[in-house]
Structure formats: C-alpha cells, structure tokens
C-alpha cells in the first residue's frame, strides 16, 4: 500500500497497518518510523496534493515541501494527506471538495478548520503527528474543536517552500499533536532558515519545554471575553488561566483597541491575497484542461466555475473586488492600516507582558450544517486572526469541557519567543495531568 492509497478511515485494517508502519526501517531521526500525516495544501513529492479542490484533482506534485523534506530525514513516516477546507478557505472543513471530516468527539459537529483533517487524524489516534497550516487560525482552531495542541509560529519561522499559496503574508506551517513535548519535537525539526522562501528567518528551534513560569506575566485582554464568546467556554479559560497563577505566574489586565477592526482587515487582505494568488488555475497551466474551442474567457470561466468551491469562488470574487480601480485605497490600503495598528497593539501589551492568554475559539465546535450563512462563520474567527495580521506565534492548549466538547486556551507571545509560549504551554498540561 503506497502512501497516497491510505484514507483516514479508524478500523482495524487502519491501525494494523500503522503498527507495521511503525515498525519499519525508515532510518534513523528522532521520527524515525513514526507516523505523520500532511495537509493536503503541502507539498508531498508523488503524492497527490489537491487543497481539497477539484480544480487540482490529480496534481502530483514533482518535489516534497521543506518541512515535508525535514521530517523525512528524521525517519517519519508520511502515511496520507489530511481533508481540509477548500485552499484554506474555512473554519469547519466543510468546504472541501470531497466532503467533511467529522469531529472524533462528536461525528455530528464540525473538526474545525481549515486543518480539520489533521487535527480530527491526531485525536483519532490514527497519527501521532500532523503538520497544518495557519493563515487565520487554521491550526489553532481545529486544535481547540478537536481537544489537542496546535502552535501558529512565528511567521517565517517554519519555510513556507511548497506551500501552495493562499495568501502569502499571513500563513505558516505548523505542528499538532496530543501532547505540548511532542508539538515541541515537531517544531524542533521543521524551524529554521531555507533559501527558497525569501520570508525566512535563519532562527532554529532547540528549545525543550520547561515548566518553571514563576514571574511569568500573562496579559488578559479583555476583548477575549467580550460580547460572542460562551460564557462556559470564558469560564473554562479562566479556571486555566487560574491554574497558571497557581504555578507562580501574574496577570495583568489589558486592552487590545484594534480589535474592533482586526477581523475587517483580515477577510480584506486574505481575499485580495487569494484573488491573486489563485489566478494561476486556469485550465492551462493546472486543473481541469479547458475548452481551447472556446473564447479565452469562456474557458477560463467555465473551468473555474466547475474547479473551485461556493467559498473559494466567493473569496476570489470579494478580493478582486477589493484590489480593483477607485476601490483599493478605500479597502486594501486601509485594511493595512488596521493590520499595523493590530501589531503596534501587541507590540505595546508585550512591553508590560510575557505573554497574553484568552480563549482559542469563542465557542465550542459548532454541528454540521449549523454556519451556513458566511458571515457568521467568520465572526467565529475573531480571536485567532489578529495574531496572524501581527505575525507572532499562538499556541491553542486542551483546557477543559463544556457540553462535552473540548475548549482551547490560546497563549500568545512576542515574535520568535515561541519557546516561550510553549514553556507556558506545557506548564498548563503538566499541572492538569497530575
């Protein structure tokens, strides 16, 4: 069975073929034999690699990703591609072009997205490992929904190379796993400089997570427990949030003004990203070939409309607009606007704080079907998109329940001190298994 035939499906075949794959002399590394699972908007060299889009059905791409190359030089073992939202587009992976991914903890709610794949495969038990990818919460979200650990680095931290873009100056490659040591392990393989992404820093990971965070000083905005998010889901938080103090750290109360606009600038830059960066499917260079007997235009139309999903088509639709004459100044160039403010923000809070802490997701993972309507889907972004506007890492921890279902609390730390949020991180997870 090669690679690209496994479908995340938990029976029996599946984990007798995990127990082989463990098994198997796939070098030596610190992953060696290990399984991990890659999203599907990752490059993986003769596999498959579609973004959950039709409009790539039957790409197979000729190289691996960076990240993909790191992790097989350390012996792990990539069994399969992860579902996802269509190109990233989504916080439920129900906008994939093959279908759902159900939450492992409840198969009528959503995994959460866009890496709903990975996260719902790590709490399955069908990997140890996955990597995700983060453009407006991608990572953290379906870590929160799916009740494990998934960290957003510092942007430029992890290379972006085989990345297939969605929008450029806001995604990162990420690691997720059960557990804050084995994210660690993950980011320790895949951090690091590569010269074929020029937003790559030269800042290697070697970090191993320490559970000392006396002193520590936590921010707590109180735009993260405002209006929209479950008063259960706040209460789960603070009760973590509580937990940290006992372990030595303060709190510090703070504000994050820009917030108002954060969520605006995001869908502007993000669709105007997407709207270029998508323009090269086009039935000539990738996707379904288009109609040659056509007008340039027909075809082009005809073979986007059958490749690409409501959302994608929407977004496309929303940055082009954006991006046109007598409107980009009144949008795009404003959405940058808000986007520095959100940085200088932070860049404030983190004068006073180490680090800053609210809720991953302002609910619990929502029922299948429950956000049809766009705007309330992306009202559920909120809290994970003004870490990406900033570029700072954000880790999204298991805190607790409510109705059943996993809660994520968020810790958010200056640019590349992601170390430090994972030390807070694990701090939290160590005290709670005890």
Request: proline residues 6%.
């Amino acid at each position: 069975m090669t690679a690209h035939e496994i479908s995340f499906n938990p029976d029996d075949r599946f984990h007798a073929f995990l127990s082989t794959v463990k098994k198997a002399p796939y070098g030596e590394g610190k992953l060696s034999g290990i399984a991990v699972a890659v999203k599907d908007n990752i490059s993986t060299l003769g596999i498959e690699t579609t973004c959950a889009s039709k409009i790539l059905k039957g790409y197979i791409p000729p190289y691996d990703a960076h990240a993909v190359q790191l992790l097989k030089q350390a012996g792990a073992a990539i069994v399969g591609k992860t579902n996802m939202d269509e190109f990233g587009m989504g916080t439920t992976t129900e906008n994939s072009g093959f279908g759902p991914t159900l939450n492992p903890h409840d198969p009528n709610r959503v995994p959460g997205g866009s890496s709903g794949g990975s996260a719902a495969a790590v709490a399955a038990g069908m990997v140890r490992m996955a990597l995700g990818t983060d453009t407006g919460g991608s990572i953290r979200c379906p870590a929160a929904f799916c009740g494990i650990v998934g960290l957003k680095p510092t942007y430029g931290r992890v290379s972006r190379y085989g990345l297939i873009a969605y929008a450029n100056s806001l995604e990162q490659i990420g690691p997720m796993a059960n557990t804050v040591s084995d994210v660690s392990l993950l980011m320790q393989l895949i951090a690091g400089h590569d010269r074929r992404d020029t937003t790559s820093y030269d800042r290697p990971y070697t970090h191993t997570p320490n559970a000392d965070i006396k002193g520590l000083r936590i921010g707590i905005p109180q735009e993260y427990f405002g209006a929209g998010v479950d008063p259960n889901v706040a209460a789960s938080v603070k009760k973590a949030i509580t937990n940290l103090e006992e372990l030595g750290a303060t709190t510090v109360p703070c504000s994050i003004p820009s917030m108002e606009y954060a969520l605006a600038a995001y869908y502007v830059i993000c669709t105007s990203e997407a709207s270029s960066n998508l323009a090269r499917f086009d039935g000539i260079r990738y996707g379904p070939a288009a109609d040659t007997l056509k007008s340039w235009h027909d075809a082009y139309r005809d073979v986007r409309r059958a490749g690409f999903g409501t959302e994608v088509r929407r977004r496309i639709m929303l940055g082009t607009f954006a991006l046109s004459s007598g409107y980009y100044g009144k949008y795009y160039a404003k959405a940058q606007v808000a986007r520095e403010n959100v940085r200088k923000d932070f860049a404030r809070i983190f004068s006073e704080v180490d680090v800053i802490c609210g809720p991953t997701m302002p609910t619990i993972a929502f029922r299948l079907g429950e956000k049809s309507d766009p705007l309330s889907m992306y009202l559920s972004d909120i809290l994970t998109v003004p870490v990406n506007l900033a570029g700072i890492p954000a880790i999204s921890v298991p805190c607790g329940k409510v109705d059943g279902m996993p809660v994520g609390l968020q810790i958010m730390g200056r640019p590349f001190e992601d170390e430090r949020v994972i030390d807070v991180a694990y701090a939290y997870e160590q005290a709670v298994r005890l």
